[in-house]
C-alpha cells in the first residue's frame, strides 16, 4: 500500500497527465501511518511495555536520519542554484522542517497547487509536520482513555474522525488550513487508528467472509484509483472528496489476505517500492525543484521521468546506507534522544546563520541583489483583499480623505492591484486622489463572479465584494474615474472554474464566455448611468515562464550556463521572449465587445511591452514583471505611459 501512495505521488509531481489527482496518495499514507504506529502503541499499552522516550527515540530513528541527509543535501545545493531571495526562504522551510512546523509554514505561505510550489524544494515536508504533530499528542490521549475509561477510546476516536472532518469541509475556505494543517487532517490518521485498535481488540477483520474481503479489496483498489485519475488540482481537497481514498485505504487494510491483498499488494516489486517509500518520497521533491529551478520553468515529461527515477536510485541508497543501519543500532533511549536533540540543534544551525546573511546576499552580484529587491517590492500589496474578505478596505491608506479633489479608483482582482503604482502616478498628474479597492481572484464583474471548485464561498464573497465596490462607487459623487482591470480570462481556461451566476441570484447559467461579457456588460452599464467615466484595462501579456527567475539567472553562473548551453539562451533572452512564449488569452475579444459603448475607455498594455516578435520582462530600470502574470511597480508605470517605453 506504500508503493500505491508513493507512485501515485512522485507521478503526480513528474506532470503525468493521467495522474491528476495523485496527490491523493499522501491520504493514504496518513491511514497507512495511523493503523501502524496506533497499533504498536495501543500493544505496548496493554501489555506495560509503553514508554512516551521509547515511543519518541522509535520515530527519531525512523523519520530523522535520513530527512537530515537530504537536508544535508539541499543546504549544498541551494546557494548555488537559489537567489539570495529563494535562500532565505528555503533557510526558514528548512528551520521549519527541522522542529516538525513545515506544514504551519507553508499554510501561510505556499498553496500546494500554485506554480509557485514547484520552486519550494522542501515543500514535501508538510506532511511530516502533519504526522509529527499527530503523535505529539495522540500517544497521551490513548494512554489516559485506556487506563482511565477503556471502553471509550474508540467513540474517542470517532469523535475526532467526525470533529476534523467537519472541520475540514468548513476550512476549505482558509486559505489552505484544510489542506496543510493538522486539526483539519487528524480525522485520515485517526480512522487508521480505529482500524488498528478494531483488529487488536475485536479482531473484525479476521471474522469477514472471504467474499467480504474480496469485495473490499477491489472497491478499496478501485476508490483509490478514481481518486488518483479522477481528482484534480481544481477538486476541493481534502473535504468531502479525502472520503474517496481513505475509505479506499481503509478497505484494503481491512481486506487483508484477499486476492488483491495476496497478490497486487504482494508482488516483491510493488513490496520493494512500499520498503524505499519513505526515502523516496524525500528525494523525489527536491531533485525535481532544483530541477526546474536549473530549468527556469517546468520540466519536459521526459526529464523529469529521468529526475523522478534518479530519485528513487536515491532514495534506494538512503535506504541501504541510511534508514536501516540506524533503525538497527543499539543504543538506550535517553542518549538516544540526547545525539537527536543536539543533531537538530546542530542542524538548524547553518540554516540560521543563512537567515542571519539574508540569504547569502553578499555572495552574489549587486545586481541581482537588486532584482530580488524589486522582486519582493511588487508583492507589497496592503489595499488588495485576501480570502475571506467580502468587503473593501476603505481605510485611509486605500482610501484616502479627498477633501475637494475628485477621486480616481481602481477596481478589480489582483492583476489590477499590480496596475496601481502606475494608475497612482496617473491620478496625481490629473489632481485626482486615488483609491483602490481590489480583491484576490475576484474579477469585477457584476451579475455573474468567478466560481473556483477548490475553493467552496469564494463566488458567494466575491460577488458580495463587488456590489459593495459599486455600491460605493455609484454612491459617492466624488468618485469620478474608475479604472477597472482584472485577471479576465482566469475563468476562461478550465480547470473546473467559470464565469457563474451570482449565488442566489436565480440567473440561469450559461457557458463561461457569456458569462464574463454579460458580467462585464452589466458593470459597465451601471457605471454608466451613474455617470461615471471609466477605463477598461485589458489584461497585460503573461507569459508562460517565471520572468523574475529567468532575468535573475543572468547573474547566477550555473543557471546562466544551463540556460545558454542546453536552451541556447543569449543575452537578450535573460531580457525579453518571443511572442510565442506568452500565455494564450481568450478574454481579448470578450472585453473588447463589452467596451463597446458610450463612456467607456479601452486600453492595451501590450504596445509598451511587445513588439511583432517579443515582449520585455527586464529593462534598464529593473524588473517589469514579479511573476508570470503579475506586473512590477516599473511595470505598471511603463505600461500606463507614466514612464518612457
Known amino acids: 500500500m506504500r508503493a500505491i501512495a508513493i507512485t501515485s505521488v512522485v507521478a503526480y509531481h513528474l506532470g503525468l497527465p493521467s495522474v491528476s489527482g495523485g496527490f491523493v496518495g499522501v491520504d493514504v499514507f496518513f491511514v497507512i501511518s495511523g493503523f501502524l504506529i496506533v497499533g504498536i502503541v495501543h500493544r505496548e499499552i496493554s501489555s506495560n511495555a509503553f514508554t512516551f522516550a521509547k515511543f519518541y527515540a522509535r520515530r527519531a530513528r525512523r523519520i530523522l536520519p535520513a530527512l537530515f541527509g537530504v537536508l544535508l543535501f539541499c543546504l549544498a545545493v541551494a546557494p548555488f542554484l537559489l537567489t539570495p531571495r529563494e535562500d532565505g526562504d528555503f533557510a526558514k522551510s528548512a528551520i521549519a522542517t527541522i522542529f516538525g512546523v513545515s506544514n504551519v509554514k507553508f499554510w501561510l505561505s505556499t498553496n500546494y497547487f500554485s506554480e509557485d510550489a514547484r520552486y519550494n ?42 470533529g476534523s472532518f467537519i472541520l475540514s469541509i468548513v476550512a476549505l475556505g482558509w486559505k489552505s488550513f484544510s489542506f496543510y494543517m493538522i486539526p483539519a487532517r487528524a480525522w485520515e490518521l485517526a480512522i487508521g487508528a480505529i482500524l488498528a485498535l478494531l483488529e487488536a481488540d475485536a479482531p473484525v477483520f479476521v471474522r469477514l467472509k472471504s467474499k467480504a474481503k474480496e469485495a473490499l479489496g477491489v472497491v478499496g483498489l478501485a476508490l483509490i484509483a478514481i481518486a488518483v485519475f479522477g481528482f484534480n488540482s481544481a477538486t476541493a481537497f481534502p473535504g468531502y472528496a479525502a472520503i474517496i481514498p481513505v475509505a479506499g485505504t481503509a478497505f484494503l487494510i481491512a481486506a487483508e489476505g484477499s486476492l488483491i491483498n495476496r497478490t497486487v499488494l504482494s508482488w516483491r516489486p510493488v513490496v520493494g517500492i512500499g520498503l524505499v517509500s519513505y526515502s523516496w518520497y524525500l528525494w523525489h521533491w527536491p531533485l525535481l525543484s532544483f530541477a526546474t529551478i536549473l530549468n527556469g520553468g517546468p520540466l519536459s515529461l521526459p526529464v523529469a521521468l529521468a529526475v523522478g527515477a534518479l530519485s528513487l536510485l536515491c532514495g534506494a541508497a538512503s535506504l541501504r546506507f541510511i534508514e536501516r543501519p540506524f533503525r538497527k543500532r543499539v543504543s538506550s533511549v535517553g542518549p538516544l534522544l540526547g545525539r537527536y536533540a543536539v543533531a537538530i540543534v546542530v542542524l538548524s544551525l547553518p540554516f540560521v546563520a543563512v537567515l542571519g546573511a539574508h540569504g547569502l546576499s553578499r555572495m552574489f552580484p549587486p545586481q541581482l541583489r537588486t532584482l530580488d529587491g524589486q522582486a519582493m517590492e511588487g508583492k507589497s500589496t496592503p489595499c488588495l483583499a485576501g480570502s475571506g474578505k467580502s468587503v473593501p478596505n476603505v481605510s485611509p491608506q486605500c482610501a484616502p480623505d479627498p477633501g475637494a479633489r475628485p477621486v480616481e479608483i481602481l477596481i478589480g482582482d489582483s492583476h489590477a492591484s499590480a496596475l496601481a503604482p502606475g494608475v497612482q502616478a496617473l491620478a496625481n498628474a490629473s489632481n485626482h486622489v486615488f483609491w483602490q479597492m481590489t480583491k484576490s481572484s475576484c474579477p469585477q464583474t457584476l451579475g455573474y463572479t468567478r466560481y473556483i471548485p477548490s475553493r467552496p464561498g469564494h463566488d458567494r464573497q466575491c460577488a458580495k465584494y463587488n456590489e459593495a465596490v459599486i455600491g460605493k462607487i455609484v454612491s459617492d459623487p466624488r468618485i469620478d474615474t474608475v479604472v477597472v482591470s482584472s485577471y479576465w480570462g482566469a475563468a476562461l481556461q478550465g480547470a473546473g472554474e467559470r464565469y457563474a451566476p451570482t449565488p442566489g441570484s436565480g440567473v440561469q447559467p450559461t457557458d463561461s464566455a457569456t458569462g464574463l461579457e454579460r458580467g462585464l456588460t452589466l458593470l459597465l452599464d451601471r457605471l454608466h448611468a451613474a455617470g461615471k467615466r471609466v477605463l477598461l484595462v485589458e489584461d497585460a501579456p503573461q507569459f508562460t515562464f517565471d520572468p523574475v527567475r529567468r532575468a535573475e539567472s543572468r547573474f547566477m553562473p550555473l543557471r546562466r550556463a544551463y540556460l545558454m548551453r542546453v536552451h541556447g539562451f543569449g543575452d537578450a533572452d535573460f531580457s525579453s521572449a518571443p511572442v510565442a512564449a506568452l500565455a494564450a488569452d481568450p478574454s481579448l475579444a470578450i472585453v473588447d465587445r463589452a467596451a463597446r459603448r458610450d463612456g467607456v475607455g479601452v486600453y492595451d498594455p501590450h504596445p509598451r511591452l511587445c513588439d511583432a ?30 514612464t518612457s517605453p
Request: some cysteine; overall charge neutral; charged content about 15%.
Open 121 to 162: 524544494p522542501l515543500l514535501m515536508t508538510w506532511s511530516l509536520g502533519v504526522e509529527e504533530q499527530f503523535y505529539a499528542f495522540f500517544p497521551f490521549m490513548i494512554l489516559l482513555i485506556q487506563r482511565t475509561m477503556k471502553r471509550w477510546l474508540i467513540p474517542a476516536l470517532i469523535a475526532v474522525v467526525v
Open 613 to 642: 516578435a517579443s515582449c520585455r520582462f527586464l529593462d534598464a530600470d529593473g524588473l517589469l514583471y514579479v511573476d508570470p502574470q503579475h506586473l512590477s511597480p516599473a511595470g505598471a508605470k511603463l505600461v500606463l505611459g507614466v
